[in-house]
């Protein structure tokens, strides 16, 4: 008998018996879609930084200990603030299953009877200034994203560079006109054209890897120090 009395074959598994299958299709979507949201930026800001490292003005030389620094930095980085900072404490940090700043806010009046009133001022000070901050990142990013992906097409040809200013002014007029329809449409509009970016990223990385295994030298933290 099961906790609702209904009898149960043995020879047939039963949801409640176990809860938990090896697939699910509602994660499994929900994790697609979490790419073209979440991951984009992870997935390419590392790209413009060491661009930005070895080109400009204040570039550093390529040489072998630089690569392997810069590469190393990079790595240690997106170890630290992904796999570290929000898996292991940003979200454990909710509100009834809802992250980010403003869920965070809801808590204060709640928690007027349990901390002071000095502390919830600051808190709430606080969370305002977190706000501020991740509607100017909203903002920011991804024009600095756009701008330097079609900044690329320069490299293939100069013919390209009056283009440059208007085709990404249409791209984000394009972007901020879809944010509107929220994450979950957003999602499935991306969530397949970041799966191809970081597939072809992975080909060529695997490729360049094959010819100088050596950049796994890059893993030991020294070389940041360093």
Same mark, same amino acid.
């Given at each position: ?25 509602? $994660? =499994? !979507? ?6 073209? @949201? /979440?991951?984009?930026?992870?997935? +390419?800001?590392? *790209?413009? &930084? ?20 810069? $590469? =190393? !930095? ?6 630290? @603030? /992904?796999?570290?900072?929000?898996? +292991?404490?940003? *979200?454990? &940090? ?21 901390? =002071? ?110």
């Amino acid at each position: 008998y099961s906790s609702s009395g209904r009898v149960h074959d043995p020879a047939k598994p039963s949801n409640e018996t176990f809860p938990y299958r090896w697939f699910d299709k509602k $994660l =499994s !979507l929900l994790a697609f879609g979490s790419i073209g @949201v /979440v991951f984009g930026d992870i997935g +390419t800001s590392p *790209l413009y &930084a060491i661009k930005e490292c070895f080109h400009g003005k204040h570039a550093i030389l390529p040489d072998p200990a630089n690569i392997l620094g810069v $590469l =190393s !930095l990079v790595f240690w980085s997106l170890t630290v @603030v /992904v796999s570290i900072k929000y898996v +292991t404490f940003i *979200l454990r &940090a909710d509100n009834r299953g809802e992250g980010g700043i403003f869920a965070l806010i809801g808590l204060l009046p709640a928690s007027d009877k349990t901390i =002071s009133t000095s502390l919830q001022a600051t808190l709430m000070f606080a969370g305002i200034i977190g706000a501020g901050l991740l509607y100017g990142d909203g903002v920011i990013t991804p024009a600095i994203s756009v701008l330097s992906a079609i900044e690329g097409l320069e490299v293939a040809t100069k013919a390209a560079s009056p283009f440059v200013m208007p085709l990404t002014c249409v791209i984000l007029v394009f972007l901020f006109t879809l944010q509107h329809r929220g994450t979950t449409h957003i999602g499935r509009l991306f969530g397949p054209i970041m799966v191809i970016w970081f597939v072809s990223i992975a080909a060529f990385g695997l490729i360049h890897i094959l010819a100088e295994p050596r950049v796994f030298l890059a893993i030991n933290p020294v070389y940041a120090i360093d």
